[in-house]
């Protein structure tokens, strides 16, 4: 088995070096006992760790693990004040929290929510500023927090220290680093299995370095370009001010590697092409891929726009994605995989299969108020392609209305949507007026968008189905699922003076919010939409009693889907 530390070779490059042992703290809980339960964070953590510990130099024994009940405030500051008498001048310390977080805007204070603290009992949570003392007081050459909750970066400083130098110069160099998935807001748990979009990506770069070391400032830059272009959230990386930075920075060194002051390699320029390209993630530098997507939208034009005007159009888009920014380089990614798809197809299902991104592209584009022009000439000129030629048309027999209803019944119960729709479309030009396959063509698609939303696994997808069917099949699971992806708690507290006028307070949640209070008594209920957090007031006497006290139910849901209720008894 490989030593301990950063360096593995002989005595005399371990001296120069500085042998000395890297400690890792993972805590992540999904099993709160007051807090919406996550369902990643453990898996996330523990994946991060077989990866340091089988492809880095990172031993089993320096590693310690708080996971779910384990992680309560009394072990996380217990966990800390070990390490600052464990961890030496030569060692090194990473440092993983995933979990909820809290930020109170009134004091400009962060926090991790520990698994047994009440909700909004910030007395309870673990301060930022209290962590950033005990980062302080560990003695080690390196410390790099990586930290995967929302609210993550209040912990840095309003004031930027920028980027590292050379990184030749500065493995001896003591350092002080944080990678947040996010700024002051909230950021996505992922689906339920996998992994959050922070994670995914800082556990990607680290499988798939291709270097004997990897400097923190290389791996920052890579998940923050990664994440920001794939989810809707800003990861920031930048040293941790007043913890004892010295302007160094943390290196991952694989098992084997044996670094020597002065020779460690900084990541080539061309890095990002040695690793393996992600299934299903756009390249973080987006505007040349919006550039190409812009290409290729102009071939699949080039036969219906003048080619002087199409230039001007691809100059004025490109523009465009400066200005318009993540939405923007998402239409434009979509489009460029439409168009490849249309440009590459052989036969039918090829076909089908450009028309569904194009589908996909126009819905984006009507949601962010973009061009739609090219994604309807691609699924016009789709279905075009689809269409049977016309001797085709004439030597097939042709089905009446009965039986192409009778087919697209049994394709819609073997959940073959597509094909369904096809031929009740198909029955309907026989007879417009057929209620029963409109009514079927109808779900058929519903199904196909719900599909398209599940296949994007986005707020903006789920979304984009709640819109065309707010009261349909699968809007309740959509709620639920937009509702999942965002790692924080909605809460409001109440009063009740002796004239029955309440007053709820939010606490935390987006708005807008919607409030509920049904009087239990009848059911009869008051529904009040409030813009923001400010205090909202809702006059209860009319559900005034003479037969003792009654009780109202009250429900707030946020815009997010996030929802609360609490009962209380009326006074009078």
């Not at 009740?424 to 599909?451: H, Y």
Request: glycine fraction near 8%; proline fraction near 5%.
């Amino acid at each position: 088995m490989a030593d301990k530390g950063i360096d593995l070779g002989d005595a005399g490059s371990a001296s120069a070096a500085g042998a000395g042992a890297n400690y890792l703290l993972a805590i992540a809980i999904d099993e709160y006992q007051h807090c919406p339960r996550l369902y990643n964070c453990v898996n996330d953590a523990r994946r991060l760790i077989g990866v340091l510990s089988t492809q880095y130099q990172f031993e089993k024994e320096n590693t310690f693990t708080l996971f779910n009940e384990q992680a309560t405030e009394h072990a996380i500051i217990s966990m800390f004040k070990r390490l600052v008498r464990l961890v030496g001048p030569q060692d090194n310390l990473l440092v993983l929290f995933s979990g909820h977080g809290e930020y109170e805007q009134e004091i400009d204070e962060g926090y991790w929510i520990p698994v047994d603290a009440p909700l909004g009992h910030t007395n309870e949570y673990v301060a930022n500023s209290r962590i950033v003392k005990y980062i302080k007081a560990i003695n080690s050459r390196h410390t790099f927090l990586i930290v995967d909750s929302c609210f993550s970066g209040s912990l840095f400083a309003s004031r930027s220290l920028g980027a590292a130098g050379d990184a030749n110069r500065l493995y001896d160099i003591p350092s002080r680093w944080l990678l947040t998935a996010g700024r002051n807001e909230v950021v996505s748990d992922g689906q339920p299995g996998a992994h959050s979009p922070f994670a995914d990506n800082v556990i990607y770069f680290l499988e798939n370095n291709p270097d004997p070391g990897l400097p923190v400032t290389t791996l920052i830059s890579q998940v923050v370009n990664a994440v920001i272009h794939n989810a809707r959230q800003t990861p920031r990386g930048e040293p941790l001010q007043d913890a004892g930075h010295r302007g160094g920075q943390f290196h991952f060194f694989r098992k084997g590697a044996a670094p020597v002051p002065g020779t460690v390699r900084t990541a080539a320029p061309e890095l990002a092409a040695a690793i393996p390209p992600r299934p299903g993630y756009r390249k973080y530098g987006w505007i040349a891929v919006a550039a190409i997507a812009l290409a290729a939208a102009w071939l699949l034009l080039r036969n219906t726009a003048p080619a002087a005007a199409g230039k001007t159009e691809a100059g004025e888009q490109l523009e465009r994605v400066g200005e318009n920014g993540a939405p923007q380089a998402r239409y434009d990614s979509l489009l460029a995989a439409a168009a490849k798809s249309f440009q590459t197809a052989a036969g039918r299902e090829q076909y089908e299969e450009a028309l569904a991104l194009f589908t996909r592209v126009l819905g984006w584009a009507e949601e962010n108020g973009l061009d739609t022009g090219p994604a309807e000439e691609g699924i016009r000129q789709c279905r075009a392609r689809l269409a049977p030629p016309e001797a085709e048309k004439n030597s097939a027999p042709e089905e009446d209305y009965a039986s192409l209803l009778a087919k697209g019944q049994s394709l819609f119960q073997n959940g073959r949507f597509a094909a369904a729709a096809r031929a009740l479309e198909e029955a309907l030009r026989l007879d417009p007026q057929g209620k029963e396959a409109r009514s079927l063509l109808k779900k058929c698609r519903e199904e196909l968008d719900w599909q398209r939303a599940e296949e994007t696994s986005t707020d903006a997808g789920y979304r984009a189905y709640l819109r065309a069917y707010p009261d349909g099949r699968h809007a309740q699971t959509a709620q639920q699922k937009i509702a999942a992806l965002y790692r924080y708690e909605l809460y409001f507290t109440t009063s009740l003076n002796q004239d029955n006028l309440l007053t709820i307070n939010i606490g935390k949640g987006k708005a807008p919010f919607e409030i509920t209070v049904t009087y239990l008594a009848t059911g009869e209920q008051i529904r009040k939409t409030a813009p923001d957090t400010q205090p909202l007031q809702v006059s209860l006497s009319r559900f005034n009693s003479t037969e003792g006290k009654q009780m109202v139910e009250i429900v707030v849901r946020d815009d997010n889907f996030k929802a609360k209720g609490q009962k209380m008894p009326l006074l009078k």
